[in-house]
């Protein structure tokens, strides 16, 4: 059981470019998360999904964009990156929704932006 | 609107004596609560839960929290600090939003 995996660890992009930072989990878990973790500021919820072909937008979700075409996989894409994305991303999936339920996370990918 | 907050950015304490880490919440119907644990470069694991029922909320690794509800707070607490406690926790928070919401965390630092 190898939990909540993503990819890459980490990353440098250049302003305006773009790609995706994958998310997997293995528990058959219906609801996933994105986060950005920046310091001082605890993390961030961006998007998050309640089930296949279900997303919604969180607290930060401009410049981001997501899918959910299988229970498993959640990835984050960055349309056109700015140095304001630079942070850590961390995934996180639990049973139902995240309300009553622990949330299991991701290792994290750091993401410089330059 | 919804939030959670802790108000120290780091606490330190001596190992073997307890410790205390604050955490106050404002959501919106019945509170879920949670306090996880992150070591450096790794993911936020979970440390305790408060769901409904004893306000006294016994977890991992000998950690507990205490619900208040007249002072709207979620302290994790420990008797007796290990050096190996030294991390940054989290406290979060949700409501009837169904949306959890983080505090700002705060690095624990336990000296030998």
């Known amino acids: 059981n190898a939990g909540v995996t993503q990819t890459p660890k980490f990353q440098v992009l250049k302003t305006g470019q773009s790609m995706t930072l994958q998310c997997a989990q293995d528990m058959n878990h219906e609801y996933m998360s994105w986060y950005r973790q920046d310091p001082g500021m605890g993390l961030r919820l961006i998007h998050y999904s309640v089930g296949a072909g279900i997303t919604d937008q969180g607290e930060v979700p401009n410049g981001y964009n997501v899918s959910r075409s299988t229970t498993e996989d959640f990835p984050l894409r960055l349309l056109s990156a700015a140095p304001s994305q630079t942070s850590v991303y961390f995934c996180?999936?639990?049973?139902?929704?995240?309300?009553?339920?622990?949330?299991?996370f991701g290792p994290g990918t750091r993401l410089t932006v330059t | 609107a919804q939030s959670v907050a802790q108000p120290e950015d780091q606490v330190n304490v001596a190992e073997g004596n307890p410790l205390t880490v604050k955490c106050t919440y404002s959501?919106?119907?019945?509170?879920?609560l949670f306090w996880y644990v992150q070591y450096p470069n790794r993911g936020l694991q979970f440390l305790l839960k408060y769901i409904t029922g004893d306000n006294l909320v016994k977890g991992s690794y000998g950690f507990e929290a205490e619900f208040n509800k007249s002072q709207t707070s979620f302290h994790l607490k420990k008797p007796s600090a290990l050096v190996s406690d030294s991390a940054l926790y989290f406290c979060?928070?949700?409501?009837?939003?169904?949306?959890?919401?983080f505090g700002q965390g705060t690095t624990l630092q336990v000296k030998p």
């Open positions: 979060a928070g949700s409501g009837n939003t169904g949306k959890l919401i």
């Open positions: 959501v919106s119907g019945n509170p879920y």
């Open positions: 996180a999936s639990s049973y139902v929704t995240g309300d009553a339920y622990e949330q299991y």
